[in-house]
């Protein structure tokens, strides 16, 4: 998500960043996230860290 800063910077980024966190302690709260089995992580290196195949996971619905 790209807020950029400076004279230009976005109003409603507080309010942005503050709704991410409670959407994915919601997420995480309802849901079970885990690694698909057998699923090599491979990080590829740039200015952010992000992953060369994606991340595979299963998600389960919490009981």
Request: overall charge positive.
């Amino acid at each position: 998500m790209d807020i950029p800063a400076g004279p230009r910077i976005c109003l409603g980024k507080d309010s942005a960043y503050h709704q991410m966190r409670m959407v994915l302690a919601i997420l995480c709260r309802f849901y079970k996230f885990n690694l698909v089995p057998d699923h090599q992580v491979k990080y590829r290196m740039m200015t952010i860290l992000s992953m060369a195949h994606g991340l595979r996971v299963t998600v389960e619905k919490r009981s």
